[in-house]
């Protein structure tokens, strides 16, 4: 397995408060990794981190062996867990902004997405639902050519139809030589999608496994791991 992303011992710190603590681990090219935590456990802090948008108090990370500055922005696609999209926007709109914005945007692969999603790109920004809105954000993400796709809580809050329509998108469309990490706290109906999981609890990583291994080992589903390890969170 070739190494995509190297985490070595990042601690972030916010004044008095440690969202991350000497965390460390790997992923290698061509999987997708659930980074499951409860609310507060330092998920959308480690993303942020990833992406370059903030920076560790200590410790280093990169991405293919590039550090992560402004050299990795090219390898690094993100979906954070709030839209990036402007209300005023049609989907036509975000697509074009995208497209300006990173020059690695395909524009094909955005159409064919957009159709999958049942999104049409004269409908308003802000007439979608919450589930569509989603859609949209990880079309967005998804369409850029990058080797890691980090995303932050694409299911968050959308009903388990909707829900599906998202984890089959992104099994169609996640092209096999780049990985994904996505965060979430809604283990159940997604714990299909992972190859692995990074279990994060208040800042630290308590459990990185391969899925297959785990079940195989302890006789149980994601699901089940996840709520004994955080039952009392
Ligand atoms: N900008 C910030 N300033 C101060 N504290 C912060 C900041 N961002 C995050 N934190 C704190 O860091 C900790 C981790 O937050 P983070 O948002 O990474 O958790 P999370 O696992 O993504 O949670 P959720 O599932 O609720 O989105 C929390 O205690 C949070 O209050």
Redo the contacts with the bound molecule.
């Keep these: 397995m070739d190494e995509l992303l190297e985490i070595q011992n990042v601690t972030k710190r916010?004044?008095s408060?440690q969202?991350l603590n000497e965390v460390s681990f790997r992923l290698g090219a061509g999987t997708i990794t659930g980074l499951l935590?409860?609310?507060?456990?330092?998920?959308?802090?480690?993303m942020k981190l990833i992406a370059g948008l903030s920076r560790p108090s200590s410790g280093r990370i990169s991405v293919i062996g590039v550090p992560v500055g402004m050299d990795s922005k090219s390898l690094v696609s993100f979906m954070p867990?709030v839209p990036v999209t402007e209300s005023w926007m049609k989907v036509g709109d975000a697509l074009r902004f995208q497209q300006d914005f990173y020059p690695d945007f395909d524009q094909s692969k955005a159409l064919r997405m957009l159709e999958f999603m049942k999104l049409r790109t004269e409908d308003k920004v802000r007439t979608l639902s919450k589930g569509m809105n989603e859609r949209l954000q990880l079309t967005l993400a998804l369409s850029r050519r990058a080797r890691l796709y980090l995303l932050d809580?694409p299911i968050g809050g959308v009903d388990p139809v909707a829900r599906t329509k998202i984890l089959n998108a992104l099994m169609e469309f996640y092209e096999e030589d780049s990985s994904i990490l996505l965060?979430t706290?809604l283990v159940t109906d997604i714990e299909r999608i992972f190859d692995e999981v990074i279990f994060?609890k208040d800042?630290e990583i308590v459990l990185h496994h391969s899925v297959e291994a785990l079940r195989q080992e302890r006789g149980k589903s994601i699901d089940e791991l996840f709520r004994e390890v955080f039952a009392e969170c």
């Excluded at 935590?37 to 998920?43: F, H, L, P």
Aim: no cysteine; charged share 20%.
């Design positions: 916010f004044g408060r969202a935590g409860s609310n507060g456990s330092g998920k959308s802090t480690l867990d809580e965060s706290h994060l800042g």
